[in-house]
């Protein structure tokens, strides 16, 4: 497995769950040029989150348990790869690690760039138009239409006796339909 590297050629290696950032970490302090895609992603707020909470956005790995690395020397083996802290393994075509193209790994920066622009509307689970029903103890179960979204609060339209009414709500009193 100490296959002379290419210059241009990314190597993936597979981690241990949920390890890929101590992966990624421990591969740059062996001095491997390393490269985690990271999705921004909506989490709904949780028992431990007020909605309003900022941390509705966060970033998870775009590939789970994977990462791309490459050596900054020709002479670096990529033998210590598979005792690295967080590593479970590299991966393999037959006997040969398996490599991904420059070319490639520009594209998924490119879509991780693309993503990181992204706002709350385009990747939150509620958009303008979309049937929902509340959660809340006094309205459980009432359906509404998204109106609008932000940042920590859904704006709805829901008929209450018989007139169209609009409402602002946290993330965490509504579910999709």
Do not use: C
Not at 95 to 117: F, G, K, N
């Amino acid at each position: 497995m100490s296959a002379a590297p290419t210059a241009t050629a990314w190597y993936v290696a597979h981690t241990k769950p949920r390890q890929e950032s101590t992966a990624a970490e421990q591969l740059r302090r062996q001095d491997f040029e390393v490269y985690l895609p990271l999705f921004k992603v909506f989490r709904e707020p949780g028992r431990r989150h007020r909605a309003s909470d900022p941390a509705l956005i966060a970033h998870e790995p775009m590939f789970p348990r994977y990462l791309f690395l490459r050596p900054t020397r020709a002479t670096q083996s990529l033998s210590v790869v598979r005792s690295t802290v967080g590593v479970s393994r590299l991966v393999l075509f037959g006997h040969q690690p398996a490599t991904l193209a420059d070319d490639a790994v520009q594209a998924i920066r490119r879509a991780e760039d693309l993503r990181e622009t992204a706002g709350l509307a385009d990747i939150g689970p509620y958009q303008p138009g979309m049937a929902v029903r509340l959660r809340d103890p006094a309205l459980a179960g009432v359906q509404a239409l998204v109106r609008a979204v932000s940042a920590d609060r859904v704006t709805l339209l829901l008929d209450i006796l018989g007139r169209p009414q609009t409402v602002q709500v946290e993330f965490g009193r509504i579910a999709p339909l």
